[in-house]
Structures are given as C-alpha cells and as structure tokens.
C-alpha cells in the first residue's frame, strides 16, 4: 500500500500550472530550456500502486524555446516533424514507492512513433488545497534520455569535432495535479442514482388515479339500488277539493231517509 493514502484517487494535469520541459547543451557550450504549451493527462493512484496508472499526452507542435526560428526547425521534419507526429505520448507500466514521498514511474515513451520503456523519478513536494477548493499535488523530477533512441538524429558538425546539439536530453517535469473527487467515487454515484430511482415510481398511482376514479364511479349507483329514493309526498289538497265533507252530509241524508222511513213504520207521520 502507499505510505501517502493522501494521494489516492483520480489526478487531472493542470497544464496552466504545469511545465513538461526539456533542456541540451548548444554548439557544446551554452545550455537551451525549451517546453511544451500543450500537455494533458492523469494519475490514477490505488492504495495498492500496482494497481495505479497515468498517462501523460503532449501536442508537439506547442514546443517554445523563446526563439521562433529554432521553434520552426524543431517543428519541422529535422526533429519533432510535427505535421507527421503531432503527439508525444508517455503511458505508465508501473508506478513504484521507493521512499517516503519518492516514486518511480516506469512506462512507453512514444516519440515520432517510436516506444522505449523509460523510468522517471518524481519526488512528491506536497499535497494542499487551493483557495478554490481544489485539493492539488506537486510533482517534480528530471530524466536524461538520448534522442536518437527515438529517430532525432539531426546535427551539424562544428569545426572544433563537436556537434551543435547534444544528443542527450534532460527531459524536466513540474506537474500540478488536481484531485477529481466526481471520478473517485462512481459506487456512490450510482447509489445515488438508485436511490433517486424510487420517487420516480410514486407519480405513477397519479397517473392511473383517473382510471380509479372511473372504476369507483359505477360502483356508485348499487349504493343507491340498496336505497330507493323516497315515494312522492301527497299534494295537499285544495280547498276546491273537499269530497270528505261531503261525505257526512250523505250519511245526514241516509239517517234522515232512515229516519222517515221508521217514522212511518210507527206512525210517526
């Protein structure tokens, strides 16, 4: 495991606060610096660092050595040959604690098609947050390589028996990485997601709420079959409309018909 857990998670490069540069004596005397504008990459870095990996891209073509003449002639087919090889690509094999804080990195460097497995040592110099939040580490280590391992062969001769450019080159890295907490944690993220999931299914009672309530409807009229509605009220009766008075007068008629009848039976009249 690392002896830093600090640094474990997912790292993008920085390119504005990083510098991937290179430096090689001229004409055997003086020293040029030059460095790439355009750099891109990761670190992925395990717990356990066999597990990690990075990968570092650099676009040939941004090459700056504060000259644009010599910038043209290490565009052009002489070096770099940039409109046939416009990227440089170094992706790491292993990456290897050899000390608190001293990593080598083991990998393919590509240049001009061209692999070779170089190891570069970076010493780790800290790891803190920015006064934006961002959580960033600084890398820093140099590695001398020889450019004709690659094809960059071009030279001139100097009438001393020297040469112009030395074919060793001391390649410089200064890297600001800055921690992607969204790529360190995609279980979460997908339990989130899950989680998010189970509301989505509760508008779906809503949706069908429209065909309850027309299921419910008809289920409405055997309540009232079990309860008829009441029979008419009787109108009231009018004063026109008095045949029980009437009634007694032909019960009066009837005694007093019954009446002279008896009164004749006994003589009465």
Known sequence: MTENPGITGHWDIDPSHSRLGFSTRHAMVSRVRGAFNDVSGFANIAEDLADSNAEVIIQTA??????????????????????????????????????????I?????????????VSIPLELIGVDTDPFGNLRACLE?????????????????????????SDKITLEFELSLIKN???????????????????AEAPAPVTDAPEN????????????????????????????????EKAPEAKQSDAQSSGGGLGKLFGLR
């Open 141 to 165: 280590g140099t590695r001398r390589i020889d450019r004709k391992d690659w094809g960059v062969t071009w030279n001139t001769k100097l009438d001393s028996g020297g040469v112009l450019v």
């Open 62 to 103: 941004s090459v700056d050595t504060r000259s644009e003449g010599r910038d043209e002639h290490l565009r052009s087919a002489d070096f770099f040959d940039v409109d046939a090889y416009p990227e440089i690509r170094f992706v790491s094999s292993a990456i290897d604690e050899v000390d608190e804080g001293s990593y």
């Open 213 to 244: 309530a027309a299921s419910v409807a008809p289920k409405a009229e055997p309540a009232n079959t079990e309860f008829p509605p009441p029979p008419p009220v009787k109108p009231a009766e009018t004063p026109a409309d008095k045949p029980a």
């Open 105 to 117: 990195v083991t990998g393919d460097l590509t240049i001009r098609d061209m692999t070779k497995t």
């Open 181 to 199: 907490v969204a790529e360190d944690a995609p279980t979460e993220s997908s339990e989130t997601a899950g989680k998010d999931e189970a509301p």
